[in-house]
């Protein structure tokens, strides 16, 4: 899937079966509370933190649901994310080019 399709899927669910968008501090704010659920599982599972029991610890599903809840945002916004992810891919590698292969920490 790409993600012209993917904004195109999340924009089709959400007119059948999600009624309207949440307005966009709402969103926001949703965004927010996703990427503390993957930074939870990060501490837990990557980190010196420990599952509680019981806890979910499924980081795909969390990534995923930061993905729709960026979609929506970028949806309702009228941004292409395409278009947006290779103006900032370009942005990068101009900035970036040499920068991390000449970087002595990363050679470890």
């Known amino acids: 899937m790409t993600i012209e399709e993917a904004q195109r899927r999340v924009d089709e669910?959400?007119?059948e079966y999600g009624v309207r968008y949440f307005n966009e501090l709402t969103n926001m704010a949703i965004l927010t509370e996703e990427v503390g659920e993957v930074a939870r599982?990060?501490?837990r599972k990557y980190g010196e933190q420990s599952f509680k029991e019981g806890e979910k610890s499924e980081?795909?599903?969390e990534l995923a649901d930061v993905l729709w809840v960026l979609i929506c945002i970028a949806n309702q916004t009228g941004?292409?994310?395409t278009a947006a992810f290779?103006?900032?891919l370009?942005?990068?590698t101009?900035?970036?080019r040499k920068r991390h292969i000449n970087n002595p920490k990363l050679k470890e």
């Open 90 to 92: 370009g942005k990068k």
């Open 13 to 15: 669910w959400i007119k």
């Open 79 to 81: 941004t292409d994310l």
């Open 59 to 61: 980081l795909a599903d």
């Open 86 to 88: 290779e103006k900032n």
């Open 41 to 43: 599982i990060m501490a």
């Open 94 to 96: 101009d900035r970036d």
